[in-house]
């Protein structure tokens, strides 16, 4: 039995229309940010990307020598140092802009990643490198004391966190990212957030089922934004 419109309304001001998205950000660039809103064709590490492909490139070097760094990110098991390359390396080159409903996970990340997930990695990738007595050579040495240095710089600002209400008409034609990991299920999903009308559209052709977990904060989820998002749709920062 389809849900008829009064309950979908009913299910979108409770789980979308009341309900924020969230994206924690470097205090470095709140101002700017509620100035001009977020913009996925401007990223902060663009003059620093060269250097940071260079550690990249240290670390895989390093690993094929049998010299192998693991990252603690606060998961079951350590990250080896070439999948936190892939990772950041990803992010870096990513034109998407990422936020999610989850209020635990942001809170998580605000307290663990001082300068954002990229800052912390390329810091813990430096550190890890020092501490393996590697031999090497001036050049690397004098990129991995440049980076720490930019590293420390970054991580002195605390974070923030970013708030768009979740009926936002920014979020409808953003990637609904799942994470469950299944062979059979595409990567993304329809976002359902936006207006009644997306909403209730997005729900009629998949059922609220499909979504509920993930509403409920039962199942962790992202909402990757490709397009600009001005100023006048940010809530607060705090």
């Not at 974070?159 to 994470?179: C, D, P, T």
């Not at 009308?197 to 962790?220: D, M, S, T």
Request: charged share 35%.
């Amino acid at each position: 039995m389809k849900t008829d419109d009064k309950e979908l309304l009913g299910l979108w001001k409770k789980y979308i229309d009341s309900k924020f998205v969230y994206r924690v950000i470097s205090d470095e660039y709140a101002k700017d940010t509620k100035k001009n809103g977020l913009n996925p064709k401007k990223g902060p590490f663009k003059k620093i990307k060269p250097k940071l492909e260079k550690l990249f490139r240290l670390v895989l070097k390093l690993e094929k020598q049998g010299k192998v760094i693991y990252l603690d990110w606060k998961k079951k098991d350590l990250v080896r140092g070439r999948e936190a390359v892939r990772v950041t390396r990803t992010d870096l080159n990513s034109p998407l802009i990422d936020f999610t409903p989850h209020w635990k996970m942001v809170l998580q990340f605000k307290k663990q990643w001082k300068g954002g997930a990229n800052v912390t990695n390329a810091e813990f990738l430096c550190e890890e490198i020092l501490k393996l007595n590697a031999g090497l050579t001036e050049k690397e040495k004098s990129l991995i004391k440049e980076l720490l240095e930019w590293t420390k710089k970054k991580s002195k600002y605390k974070n923030r966190v970013i708030f768009i209400k979740g009926s936002s008409k920014y979020l409808e034609k953003a990637y609904f990212q799942h994470f469950l990991g299944k062979k059979e299920e595409k990567k993304y999903w329809v976002s359902p957030y936006g207006s009644f009308k997306h909403f209730k559209e997005v729900i009629k052709g998949y059922e609220i089922k499909r979504y509920l977990p993930f509403f409920k904060e039962e199942k962790f989820a992202c909402l990757r934004v490709t397009k600009r998002i001005p100023a006048s749709e940010i809530a607060k920062i705090l």
